[in-house]
């Protein structure tokens, strides 16, 4: 079940509740969830202390009843607080914001391990890197040009992968992948459990470049631009990641906008299924069968993210490194629903 969304109602129409929006207070401020909680609480029974939006300096405390609200915000409201670092709270009213019939809950629970997901072919390995590689890593690609989109930097190696048609020209290679990526493809080459299409040789690389709150929109790596295993190492900052599979399929013909096979706004939520993990950095991600074919994965675009009731701020940056083989027929995997080769 996902957490509750407030909102911070018209100052005009405000009304008496349980909930308070405070503003100048949360973990981008040096407050933790913790220390909020236990200052709150000294005015009654506080149901818990929620993101009210993605900056992480204005939260929602939630009491048990209106009177002990009603405590607090006298209590605190414009006036410096020893027990938060003297600052000084700006706090409102909150409500519970209305759910309209078949919208879906931007909040799920997120796992830490793959296991967990129950989605074929999924693996996470954490501390695939050291923090001594990843900073080598991290020079490496700095030292190099960076290409330009609309809200994050690219740099592609083997094959350029062409975000208008979504595909890879075969016929025009790039070269071989750099050598600072050499350890990795071996240590990729030993993963276990991988059977034998750990003998693919990887040919094609991304560097992605996600500046703080940027994310990723919702897709499919097209089907016959790559082969059935892709690998995406994490590196300088955290992220969720999540996974939707949708049960009537959601392939859309190349005349769409988007970078990648992007996903229909169903209306009915029943048709879709959710899963969200927890991607650390220096930790590789593999994407194979059924969770490379059927299902969209996305990264919320958020400045922090809730993992198991804990804020996580995501850093200055995000850069991924994600492998790849180009496909160089069509794709005959078992998700024809999804599959650009089949339709």
């Not at 989109?149 to 790039?174: A, D, I, M, P, W």
């Not at 080459?189 to 693919?200: E, K, N, Q, T, Y």
């Not at 897709?219 to 009537?248: K, N, V």
Request: charge should be neutral; include cysteine.
């Amino acid at each position: 079940m996902g957490l509750p969304r407030f909102i911070r109602p018209n100052g005009v129409d405000e009304q008496l509740s349980p909930n308070l929006y405070v503003a100048n207070c949360g973990p981008s401020v040096g407050l933790s969830y913790e220390i909020i909680k236990s200052v709150f609480s000294k005015f009654g029974q506080v149901k818990g202390v929620y993101a009210a939006d993605e900056s992480g300096a204005r939260v929602i405390v939630s009491y048990v009843d209106v009177g002990s609200a009603q405590a607090a915000l006298k209590a605190l409201d414009g006036h410096s607080c020893p027990d938060l670092g003297g600052r000084s709270l700006h706090i409102r009213f909150s409500v519970l914001q209305p759910t309209s019939e078949g919208q879906v809950n931007d909040s799920i629970p997120v796992s830490l391990v793959a296991s967990e997901l129950s989605i074929p072919g999924l693996y996470l390995w954490h501390d695939f890197i050291n923090a001594k590689e990843e900073q080598e890593l991290l020079t490496a690609v700095d030292d190099r040009p960076w290409n330009n989109l609309s809200k994050r930097r690219v740099q592609h190696y083997g094959y350029e992968f062409c975000y208008e048609t979504r595909n890879v020209n075969t016929k025009e290679q790039l070269g071989e992948l750099p050598s600072f990526v050499s350890s990795i493809l071996e240590r990729i080459s030993s993963l276990p459990d991988l059977g034998d299409s750990a003998s693919l040789v990887l040919d094609q690389l991304t560097v992605n470049e996600y500046p703080r709150g940027v994310g990723l929109s919702p897709h499919i790596d097209t089907h016959s631009a790559f082969e059935g295993l892709i690998f995406s190492l994490s590196l300088a900052g955290p992220c969720i990641m999540e996974f939707r599979r949708y049960l009537d399929g959601s392939w859309l013909p190349k005349t769409a906008s988007s970078n990648d096979m992007k996903v229909k706004n169903l209306e009915n939520g029943s048709n879709l299924i959710r899963r969200a993990i927890h991607l650390p950095p220096r930790s590789m991600l593999l994407l194979s069968g059924e969770a490379r074919y059927a299902w969209h994965h996305y990264i919320p675009h958020h400045k922090i993210d809730m993992v198991n009731d804990n804020v996580i701020r995501r850093g200055s940056r995000r850069v991924s490194f994600t492998f790849r083989k180009v496909r160089k027929g069509p794709c005959q995997c078992e998700f024809p629903q999804y599959c650009d080769s089949q339709r």
